[in-house]
């Protein structure tokens, strides 16, 4: 009997202070955004960096579906060769760490991602990209990406035609969500940009590979400042993941479409 897609959700990760215990926390919009798209979310808390690590990625790995890769702090450019700029703001080592181990095992089996914020920056630089640390220096003559004074900041998006943002907006004029200071530069290999700014800062990328299907969006569309039709990231995600499993010939559930009152 066909079941539904087992999506993996990893964590941010806060250490002890103050006499509170180090936790780790996910934001509620992305796993509710899952059970509504027709999914069945599984947290993954950031595991230690020991000698059982490798293997406990592996085994995750292979019992998922597919996986979303959450917003949160800055990635640490010195991880990838880059000096440390004074706007950045670190994830935390443990998470980046884990993180980044992750995305890695993620890449080798082809698992279906979908990289939201920092998940769509960790996605492309993991496979090759780069970033641009500090929007406001790197791009002088671009919109503002991040008001600290309004949470609902938003801009528009231009999206290319034959993409998944296309089937989720289509001809809509879209505005979404924007509260960040990072945002790619170079695009990985593989990738294709598929939605931008109308200053040409990147959004979305989404895989060239027919093998792998992935994509990132740098706006947040499980926020609570996302449109009702945000939600349809979530959807088309999680129906190109059951796609994918039936070209495995593992039938999963599909995706129903919302029904309009």
């Given at each position: 009997?066909?079941?539904?897609p087992?999506?993996?959700?990893?964590?941010?990760?806060r250490?002890?202070?103050?006499?509170?215990?180090?936790?780790?926390?996910?934001?509620?919009?992305?796993?509710?955004?899952?059970?509504?798209?027709?999914?069945?979310?599984?947290?993954?808390?950031?595991?230690?960096?020991?000698?059982?690590?490798?293997?406990?990625?592996?085994?995750?790995?292979?019992?998922?579906?597919?996986?979303?890769?959450?917003?949160?702090?800055?990635?640490?450019?010195?991880?990838?060769?880059?000096?440390?700029?004074?706007?950045?703001k670190?994830?935390?080592?443990?998470?980046?760490?884990?993180?980044?181990?992750?995305?890695?095992?993620?890449?080798?089996?082809?698992?279906?991602?979908?990289?939201?914020?920092?998940?769509?920056?960790?996605?492309?630089?993991?496979?090759?990209?780069?970033?641009?640390?500090?929007?406001?220096?790197?791009?002088?003559?671009?919109?503002?990406?991040?008001?600290?004074?309004?949470?609902?900041?938003?801009?528009?998006?231009?999206?290319?035609?034959?993409?998944?943002?296309?089937?989720?907006?289509?001809?809509?004029?879209?505005?979404?969500?924007?509260?960040?200071?990072?945002?790619?530069?170079?695009?990985?290999p593989?990738?294709?940009?598929?939605?931008?700014?109308?200053?040409?800062?990147?959004?979305?990328?989404?895989?060239?590979?027919?093998?792998?299907?992935?994509?990132?969006?740098?706006?947040?569309?499980?926020?609570?400042?996302?449109?009702?039709?945000?939600?349809?990231?979530?959807?088309?995600?999680?129906?190109?993941?059951?796609?994918?499993?039936?070209?495995?010939?593992i039938?999963?559930?599909?995706?129903?479409?919302?029904?309009?009152?």
């Open positions: 009997m066909p079941r539904k087992l999506i993996g959700i990893n964590t941010d990760y250490t002890a202070q103050k006499g509170v215990p180090a936790l780790s926390v996910v934001f509620a919009g992305y796993y509710d955004s899952l059970l509504q798209a027709g999914a069945l979310p599984v947290v993954i808390p950031p595991y230690p960096d020991d000698k059982n690590l490798d293997a406990h990625l592996e085994q995750i790995v292979s019992m998922l579906d597919g996986i979303v890769m959450v917003g949160g702090g800055d990635l640490d450019p010195r991880r990838d060769g880059y000096m440390l700029h004074s706007s950045v670190l994830l935390d080592e443990r998470r980046e760490t884990f993180d980044r181990l992750l995305i890695e095992k993620v890449a080798e089996h082809q698992l279906p991602i979908l990289g939201i914020g920092t998940g769509m920056q960790l996605l492309n630089v993991s496979q090759g990209g780069t970033l641009y640390l500090h929007i406001p220096e790197d791009l002088p003559k671009a919109l503002p990406h991040r008001d600290a004074m309004d949470p609902n900041h938003r801009h528009g998006l231009v999206i290319e035609k034959d993409s998944l943002v296309e089937r989720v907006y289509g001809e809509n004029d879209i505005r979404i969500n924007s509260m960040h200071h990072m945002a790619i530069d170079d695009v990985a593989g990738f294709l940009v598929t939605g931008r700014c109308p200053d040409g800062v990147i959004e979305v990328i989404e895989s060239l590979d027919d093998n792998w299907f992935a994509i990132g969006t740098q706006f947040h569309p499980e926020s609570p400042s996302a449109t009702a039709l945000d939600i349809g990231i979530f959807r088309e995600f999680v129906r190109g993941v059951v796609s994918v499993k039936q070209r495995q010939g039938h999963l559930l599909e995706v129903e479409d919302p029904v309009l009152v």
